[in-house]
């Protein structure tokens, strides 16, 4: 069963998130979408059994870091899910030095992690797409070992420059993108591990990208805020 991951990011204030969920009104499947909605609104999704994850945690368990929520918090409300890496982190919130820290604690802690990995336009132009993965998939993992299993990591492959443009990489690239990061956590770690793209996924992409042999699923940000359009977005992705 493919997994859809909605990345609401910091869109959507109370009201839209009331207005949400009425409209999907049971109708997304609770048991391959996960919803990341702004932390102060997980509770609301988990309230109507949703699987729910949070957008970030922080690299300690508690302590003085002020405006971050720790794991712990975070389990209280109920997620099963985290993203660690994402761009907009590794780029605004200097996450890079904080991805291997993160990772043990979500697994320390029987949260499954959605990693994020991809490469900036230039890398892509440089053919330089697998070496940046490769080094992302190796800061993140290397000193973890020993927690992961096949079912509590999952990778999303999401090219930077694709990510809220319209732009994505042809079938092929994804493709093949895919099975090098599957390929590579087979030989370097022993793991058979999930891998979804996400970055611009939508309603008109969506038919070409399930053309794609080895996708296990998407995780979609602007796409997802609509709920009508998420609805049929989700219908168009065959299981
Ligand atoms: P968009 O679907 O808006 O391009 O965002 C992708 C993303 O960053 C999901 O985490």
Redesign the pocket.
């Known amino acids: 069963m493919k997994l859809i991951c909605a990345?609401f990011?910091m869109n959507l204030l109370k009201n839209d998130i009331i207005n949400y969920l009425n409209t999907i009104n049971e109708k997304i499947p609770k048991e391959n979408v996960v919803f990341f909605p702004n932390e102060l609104y997980i509770s609301y999704f988990k309230d109507k059994n949703y699987l729910v994850g949070s957008q970030n945690i922080a690299h300690l368990e508690h302590g003085s870091l002020t405006g971050e929520t720790s794991v712990l918090e975070l389990k209280e409300f109920g997620i099963s899910y985290t993203?660690i890496g994402?761009?907009?982190r590794r780029e605004f919130f200097n996450d890079n030095k904080y991805i291997s820290k993160k990772v043990e604690l979500a697994l320390k802690n029987n949260i499954k992690i959605v990693l994020?990995v991809g490469e900036t336009f230039e890398e892509y132009n440089k053919n330089q797409t697998f070496e940046v993965i490769k080094k992302e998939l190796n800061e993140a993992l290397s000193n973890n070992i020993n927690y992961l299993n096949n079912t509590n990591l999952i990778i999303?492959y999401?090219p930077i420059w694709?990510?809220?443009?319209s732009k994505i990489p042809t079938n092929e690239c994804i493709e093949n993108t895919i099975s090098f990061i599957k390929d590579y956590l087979k030989t370097e770690f022993n793991l058979d591990i999930k891998v979804l793209y996400?970055?611009?996924?939508?309603n008109q992409n969506i038919a070409t990208l399930e053309m794609i042999k080895n996708i296990d699923g998407y995780?979609?940000?602007?796409?997802s805020l609509d709920a009508n359009n998420f609805l049929t977005l989700i219908d168009n992705i065959k299981n």
């Open positions: 990345n990011k993203i994402h761009s907009e994020c999303a999401e694709a990510i809220g443009t996400g970055g611009s996924v939508n995780l979609v940000g602007g796409a």
